[in-house]
């Protein structure tokens, strides 16, 4: 599976942004998709996860600010993230897997793109 992100850039706090990460897969619509992010010296952490069904998942942290959604037709899952703040400064990966178990060390992984939020 090969996943490409695009979207991201420098924007100013407060300011949205929104992920698309589209996928090569032919069994899309089987696949859990995710967003983690990273910062350097810290861990790859979960963002948000929606489920082949629709369910959805989120850090604590982005809940009622990031939105994930899928469009199966496009072989595409995006984020939307609203109201950013400088702490969401880092590089966000798209994943993919079967199931819902968020582990980081689980799944494909695109490139990722660098998100930087001024304050």
């Known amino acids: 599976v090969q996943l490409v992100e695009s979207g991201g850039g420098l924007v100013q706090g407060g300011g949205s942004l929104r992920l698309s990460c589209a996928a090569s897969?032919?069994?899309?619509?089987?696949?859990?998709m995710a967003w983690y992010r990273q910062v350097p010296g810290k861990q790859r952490e979960l963002v948000a996860g929606?489920?082949?069904?629709?369910?959805?998942t989120y850090l604590d942290s982005v809940k009622g600010r990031f939105t994930i959604s899928r469009d199966d037709a496009k072989k595409t899952a995006y984020l939307q993230m609203n109201n950013l703040k400088p702490e969401d400064t880092a590089v966000y990966y798209c994943?993919?897997?079967?199931?819902?178990?968020?582990?980081?060390?689980?799944?494909?992984w695109g490139q990722g793109t660098q998100v930087t939020v001024s304050s």
């Open positions: 897969a032919t069994f899309f619509t089987s696949l859990s």
């Open positions: 929606i489920s082949i069904s629709g369910r959805t």
């Open positions: 994943n993919c897997r079967y199931g819902t178990n968020w582990s980081p060390d689980l799944g494909s």
